[in-house]
């Protein structure tokens, strides 16, 4: 039976008609044999998809995928697999990643509580990645953020002893509302002070828009929580 979050229809997402560039149509082309990952290959052996044993990262949102392909291109001894549901950032990652020559990244094209529900083993994450997800800033909408119990849960059940829970945004109030909501879960403690947000860890790249906010004095919030034992 699937977990119970899996029954909600409320979707943290919405597809945007993006348009796509000749070279990210033409990256599905080239690129989705070596980087793709389907739904339908079922539960996610990622030994085998990579053909070793490292650490495994898991980000979902990845946006443009920019900030992905540099953290696989930093750390070659770690395996990243993405998850995003709209075609031109899928197809710039894959673009880029093959132009790059990168071989430890992979990327799912789909929901990400259907990948966490059917693809991803139970302790299999050493560390899971959220980074400025859509902040449904809207009080009625609040329902459609993708960061809530049952999907911190689910995260949870997935992560490794130990491992790493990683949200960031440039939203305050989310950023208040993700501290809240991590604080409650059972089975996380924070890796900074208590109720205290953490500093941007050196594998979580800036990116252009990051930058550009702080010049403007916009701020910028590291939610770091472990998994810690039952």
């Known amino acids: 039976m699937r977990p119970e979050y899996k029954k909600k229809s409320i979707r943290s997402y919405v597809i945007r008609a993006g348009r796509m560039t000749d070279g990210q149509k033409a990256a599905f082309d080239n690129w989705w044999p070596t980087y793709g990952l389907s739904l339908f290959d079922g539960p996610l052996h990622a030994d085998q998809v990579f053909g070793r044993k490292a650490p495994l990262v898991l980000e979902v949102g990845f946006g443009m995928g920019d900030s992905l392909v540099a953290m696989a291109t930093a750390a070659p001894e770690v395996d990243f697999i993405g998850i995003e549901v709209h075609p031109p950032g899928v197809g710039r990652l894959i673009n880029n990643a093959g132009q790059a020559g990168l071989r430890n ?52 059940r997935k992560l490794k002893p130990e491992g790493i829970c990683h949200m960031a945004t440039d939203w305050e109030a989310y950023a208040e509302y993700m501290m809240e909501a991590m604080c409650a879960a059972p089975g996380f403690a924070n890796t900074a002070a208590e109720y205290c947000f953490a500093d941007r860890p050196d594998y979580r790249p800036k990116t252009k828009f990051e930058a550009r906010g702080e010049q403007r004095g916009h701020g910028v919030w590291d939610v770091v929580f472990r998994k810690t034992a039952d």
């Open 105 to 156: 990244l992979r990327v799912y094209m789909a929901d990400a509580l259907d990948v966490l529900a059917d693809c991803v083993a139970d302790e299999s994450l050493d560390r899971f990645q959220l980074f400025f997800p859509d902040p449904w800033h809207k009080k009625k909408h609040h329902k459609r953020r993708i960061v809530q119990p049952e999907f911190i849960a689910a995260v949870r």
